[in-house]
């Protein structure tokens, strides 16, 4: 039997299948500072955080106030650029913006959860800005108790260029306070993984037990100090022998008030 070859040969000038490329994420802009700026709104702050997921290491907050004039090239949401980025644009950033840091450490993080010590960090370092803001931007959907107006924006890191630069000094910052936790405490890794539960981390955990650095309730932290330092962990309260207590007192209650009677 003889094919039709012509027949599994698209001809050459059928449209061929259309390939969509993946439009890249959009970079942070300055334009919603600018529209304050039109408004005679002015100094306008961005703020972010770095360090809120990791078992070890305090959270970073940064806040940053852009000179309109002088915006350094190719900010950006501190994930989306390398370390090496990130160093050359924090050294940028100092050298013309104002810029503040405030740090909670992991004892504050234990004692008011990661979500209070975030946000107290972040509004103390819009306080530490050496000129007050009028707006604040802070990354998120939590906005701050400033005095001057505050706007919340998910995802702002990416967004608004003012909340990408508090992120890039946030998040320079602290990797460099865990490189240097990490020659206090050798055999952890600190300088690798800046204090999140990777396998090695963890690994480290089992090994050696939590350091001082450690958020004492992450759930990885509290079961190496059960296994490391067991005398630390308050014992399950017996409810059973409790509740017998309670009735006790009660039942006693009950009888001294129908005494009285």
Request: aromatic share 4%.
């Amino acid at each position: 039997m003889i094919r039709d070859k012509s027949a599994r040969k698209p001809a050459k000038d059928a449209p061929q299948p259309s390939v969509t490329k993946k439009a890249a994420p959009a970079r942070a802009s300055f334009r919603r500072e600018r529209a304050l700026i039109k408004r005679g709104i002015w100094p306008v702050a961005g703020c972010d955080e770095a360090g809120r997921g990791p078992l070890a290491g305090p959270v970073v907050a940064a806040a940053v106030i852009l000179d309109p004039d002088r915006v350094p090239r190719g900010i950006d949401d501190s994930k989306r650029l390398t370390a090496e980025e990130r160093e050359k644009l924090f050294d940028r950033i100092c050298a013309t913006a104002q810029v503040s840091v405030a740090i909670a450490s992991p004892a504050r993080i234990d004692r008011d959860n990661i979500l209070r010590a975030s946000l107290w960090a972040l509004k103390r370092a819009v306080l530490a800005l050496p000129e007050a803001p009028r707006h604040v931007f802070v990354d998120g959907r939590d906005r701050l108790d400033t005095d001057c107006d505050c706007e919340a924006v998910i995802g702002g890191d990416g967004i608004v260029l003012s909340i990408a630069a508090a992120s890039i000094v946030a998040k320079v910052t602290r990797d460099r306070l865990m490189c240097a936790l990490a020659q206090d405490c050798p055999g952890y890794g600190f300088e690798q993984h800046k204090g999140y539960g990777v396998p090695e981390h963890l690994d480290a955990l089992d090994r050696l037990g939590p350091t001082v650095h450690h958020r004492s309730f992450f759930a990885p932290v509290a079961a190496a100090r059960a296994k490391h330092m067991p005398w630390t962990v308050e014992p399950a309260r017996d409810l059973f022998s409790a509740t017998e207590i309670e009735l006790r007192v009660q039942a006693g209650l009950e009888i001294d008030a129908s005494a009285n009677l």
